[in-house]
């Protein structure tokens, strides 16, 4: 039996109406809760990039990869482990400015976790932690413990891999070269 583990699908394609619709369908047939997702332009002029991360073995989430891949819409697609790419997640946190002062030791938080404060009114503090999902998290929690968090969002995981251009370029360059014979 293959080990569970959590993988990140990137897919290109042209901005559709109705596509992300098919593409959550080919997760959810196969059983795959979808963890996150970002949509997003790509470097590519006209071509979007959808990350999706899921937890799977590597047979159905190579069968998942074709099938998305036979999709007309969709240009190509991959699929990836942690250590094949760099990811980040975007984390904003809402407390309220009077606990968040009476903290004492802002400095030391900020530190700790590499925060920013993106906005301080006289009612409350957004801060933003960009990081993996424990560094976003493991902050939740802490602010949890010693705050009231008023409100919490992240987003999906981002993410490009650690080869030198864009695995799409290589393929799109070939198929060029390929049309021009």
Known sequence: MNDILLYTV????????????????????????????????????????????????????????????????????????????VYQEIALYKVSTEQFLGLGSIEELIRKYNIRILEMTENCVVLEKTGHYDETQGLFHELSEKLTVLQFI????????????????????????????
């Not at 997702?37 to 990869?65: Q, R």
């Not at 030198?164 to 049309?179: C, F, N």
């Open 154 to 181: 992240r987003s999906g995981r981002i993410a490009i891999n650690k080869s030198k251009i864009e695995r799409l370029s290589d393929m799109l360059a070939k198929l060029e070269v390929k049309r021009q014979q």
């Open 10 to 85: 990137t897919i290109f394609s042209e901005n559709h109406v109705g596509l992300l619709n098919q593409i959550s369908n080919i997760f959810t047939r196969r059983g795959l809760n979808i963890e996150t997702l970002s949509v997003s332009p790509s470097a590519i002029s006209g071509i979007h990039k959808f990350t999706v991360t899921t937890y799977s073995d590597s047979d159905t989430i190579e069968k998942v990869v074709k099938q998305i891949d036979k999709r007309v819409d969709i240009i190509k697609s991959f699929y990836n482990t942690d250590d094949e790419l």
